[in-house]
Structure formats: C-alpha cells, structure tokens
C-alpha cells in the first residue's frame, strides 16, 4: 500500500493506494478521525446502518432484501435536504 497527505488551511486531504479495502478496513480508517458520520458508498449488504437511496421503482425490492436500513431516500426528495436532515439525526 502506499498513501499521500496534504494538509494546507486546517483541511487535510489523504490518498491510499492498496489493491483491496476491506468495508472494515475503510471504516477504521475514517475512525480514527473521531467523525460524527461515516458515509461508505458500495456495500448494501453489509449489516451496518444504512440510508437506501432508490433510483427508482426497480429499487423498490431492496427494501425487504437489506438489512438495518434507518432512512430511505427517493428520486422525488429534495435529496441535499434529506441527507442534511439524516447526518444532523444521526449526531444527535
């Protein structure tokens, strides 16, 4: 593996190059940040904590095919005001 950061202005930007990142290998890595929400596109089947973003009705059947799904977010929903309203939920 290799990685690079850059940090400038308090803001902290980091690459990692490995062939394969495990779902706990990435979340490990972001916790050591201490943030309040981890947000990780790609792996539905996992049994963590989810927010379900349907594209559209031929979505509709992962809803009973997922587990641990707390929000789901649809095409219709203003989605930028959706997603700001479940991280505030979630870091309450």
Not at 42 to 65: C, M, S, T
């Given at each position: 593996?290799?990685?690079?950061?850059?940090?400038?202005?308090?803001?902290?930007?980091?690459?990692?190059?490995?062939?394969?990142?495990?779902?706990?290998?990435?979340?490990?890595?972001?916790?050591?940040?201490?943030?309040?929400?981890?947000?990780?596109?790609?792996?539905?089947k996992a049994n963590y904590p989810k927010?379900?973003?349907?594209?559209?009705?031929?979505?509709?059947?992962?809803?009973?095919?997922?587990?641990?799904?707390?929000?789901?977010?649809?095409?219709?929903?203003?989605?930028?005001?959706?997603?700001?309203?479940?991280?505030?939920?979630?870091?309450?």
């Amino acid at each position: 593996a290799t990685a690079t950061s850059v940090e400038g202005e308090g803001m902290l930007l980091m690459q990692a190059k490995k062939l394969n990142w495990t779902l706990e290998e990435q979340i490990q890595v972001l916790t050591y940040m201490n943030p309040d929400v981890i947000i990780i596109e790609g792996h539905k089947k996992a049994n963590y904590p989810k927010v379900l973003l349907l594209r559209d009705e031929n979505d509709q059947n992962l809803i009973e095919q997922l587990s641990n799904i707390k929000y789901i977010v649809t095409k219709d929903d203003s989605n930028e005001v959706v997603i700001k309203e479940i991280v505030n939920k979630l870091i309450r």
